[in-house]
Each structure stands twice: as C-alpha cells, then as structure tokens.
C-alpha cells in the first residue's frame, strides 16, 4: 500500500473545496478553516466523503471533532496523513 502524503491530501481538499466555492484561492487552502468556507453541515459531510473517496482512507468524523472545522486545512492534512498511514 502507497503512502498517503501531504501534497496528495491538499490536492483532494483543493479540488472539492475550488469547485464547491469558486471564490477559493487553492494557494491560500493551508491558512484557511473548514469554517471560514463551509456554512452547512451536509457540505461538511459532502467534504469528508469526498477526501475518503480520493485518499483510500475511512475518516471518523467523531475523531476528529472540533478540530474538522476548527484547524486550518493544512493541520487538518497533516492529521489525515497520520490516520491515512496509521
């Protein structure tokens, strides 16, 4: 099995979050929270399932908790590495 890696892991997040908010600067992704872009719950999910289809990874959402919508996008990458390497 191939490691999962950073570039990978903002790659996934960059393609979701530019096609569902347009106004998203893919270089500005690892500054910015989940907050700061996505306002409905079933956007968040749409995200989550999104990056488990892309990356090859189950992400527990009650895992992550706060941090989902709290750390910036970059943070958030660094931790699906983890979980995504185990």
Same mark, same amino acid.
């Given at each position: 099995m191939r490691k999962l890696n950073r570039e990978k892991v903002l790659a996934a997040?960059? *393609?979701? !979050? @530019?096609?569902?908010?347009? /106004?998203? +600067?893919?270089? *500005?992704?690892? #500054?910015? @929270?989940?907050?700061? !872009?996505?306002?409905?719950?079933? /956007?968040? +999910?749409e995200f989550v399932l999104h990056l488990e289809d892309r990356l090859g990874i189950e992400i527990n959402i009650n895992d992550l908790g706060e941090? !989902?919508? @709290?750390? @910036?996008?970059?943070?958030?990458?660094? #931790?699906? +590495?983890e979980i995504g390497n185990g």
């Open positions: 997040m960059a *393609e979701f !979050l @530019t096609h569902h908010f347009p /106004e998203t +600067v893919a270089g *500005e992704l690892e #500054r910015l @929270t989940a907050s700061q !872009l996505i306002h409905q719950s079933l /956007e968040l +999910v941090a !989902l919508i @709290t750390s @910036t996008f970059g943070k958030l990458a660094d #931790r699906l +590495v």
